[in-house]
C-alpha cells in the first residue's frame, strides 16, 4: 500500500539557521506532493504543492524539493523565525480521481531564540 | 470570502451514543474531505465528497458515513460511539478543478467520547 512518511522526530534549530524537513514516499508515484503547517488545536494551512516533474518550488522564505529518484521531498525553511514553530505535514492524493489527501505525521519544528 | 466552517466546535458523548457534525465549504468549492486527528495516528482520512457523490473512502469501518448536499454543504455521522473515537474531526474543501488542489481546512470539531 501507498506509504507517505515523515521523521516524527521533533526539529530543534536556533533562529536565523535553515530547517530541512523530509518526506518519503514508498509504492506508489505521486503526481504532486502537498506542504502543510499545522499549529496546534487548528487545522492544517496549505503552504506549497510541488508536481512530479518540478525539481524544486519556492515561496518566500520557503523552499521544496521533489526527487522522484529518491522518492523523495525535502522543505526548507530559510532565516527561520520562533513564528515559524509548528507541526509541518506532507501530503499527496488518496488517488488519481479526487483531490483528497493522505498526510504523514508531521514533523514538529521548533526554533529557539 | 467566508473561510471552511463546522459545527459544533466541541462535543462530548458517551460511548453507544451517534454524532452528527456539519462541515460548510467555502463559496464555489464542490469538494469536500473529511479527516480525523489523533496523537497516535496523525491525520487520517475518512472520505471526500463531489458533487454530491462519495468519490473516495479511507479505511474507516461503517460506522462512519458521510454525505453532501447539492449547496456543497456535508455532513458526516459517527454511529454506536467508541472510546476510540474521540479526535479532531477536520473538513476540508477545495474548488475541485486540476490545478487548484489546495485543500483548505475548518478549525475542526474536537469530539470526546466518555
Known amino acids: 500500500s501507498q506509504k507517505i512518511e515523515q521523521n516524527s522526530e521533533a526539529l530543534n534549530i536556533q533562529e536565523g539557521k535553515t530547517a530541512t524537513l523530509t518526506c518519503n514516499y514508498t509504492?506508489?508515484?505521486?503526481?504532486?506532493l502537498q506542504w502543510y503547517r499545522q499549529d496546534p488545536g487548528r487545522g492544517p494551512v496549505f503552504l506549497l504543492l510541488?508536481?512530479?516533474?518540478?525539481k524544486e518550488k519556492r515561496k518566500e522564505r520557503l523552499k521544496v524539493t521533489f526527487d522522484t529518484t529518491l522518492k523523495q521531498s525535502l522543505f526548507h525553511i530559510t532565516a527561520s523565525q520562533p513564528a515559524d514553530s509548528a507541526t509541518y505535514l506532507c501530503?499527496?492524493?488518496?488517488?488519481?480521481?479526487?483531490?483528497?489527501?493522505?498526510f504523514g505525521k508531521g514533523t514538529s519544528l521548533l526554533v529557539t531564540p | 470570502k467566508a473561510g471552511v466552517t463546522q459545527t459544533p466546535r466541541y462535543l462530548i458523548k458517551t460511548r453507544g451514543q451517534q454524532v452528527t457534525l456539519s462541515c460548510s465549504p467555502i463559496?464555489?468549492?464542490?469538494?469536500v474531505s473529511w479527516y480525523q486527528q489523533t496523537p497516535g495516528q496523525g491525520l487520517q482520512f475518512l472520505f471526500e465528497?463531489?458533487?454530491?457523490?462519495?468519490?473516495n473512502k479511507g479505511n474507516f469501518p461503517g460506522r462512519f458515513s458521510g454525505r453532501q448536499f447539492s449547496n456543497s454543504r456535508s455532513e458526516m455521522n459517527v454511529s454506536t460511539l467508541e472510546l476510540g473515537d474521540s479526535a479532531l474531526y477536520l473538513c476540508?474543501?477545495?474548488?475541485?478543478?486540476?490545478?487548484?488542489?489546495?485543500?483548505?481546512f475548518g478549525p475542526g470539531t474536537r469530539l470526546l467520547v466518555l
Open positions: 509504492n506508489y508515484s505521486p503526481a504532486y
Open positions: 476540508a474543501s477545495s474548488r475541485g478543478f486540476v490545478d487548484q488542489e489546495t485543500q483548505y
Open positions: 463559496s464555489g468549492h464542490r469538494s
Open positions: 465528497y463531489f458533487s454530491e457523490t462519495q468519490r
Open positions: 510541488i508536481r512530479e516533474n518540478e
Open positions: 501530503a499527496s492524493a488518496v488517488s488519481n480521481s479526487g483531490y483528497a489527501l493522505n
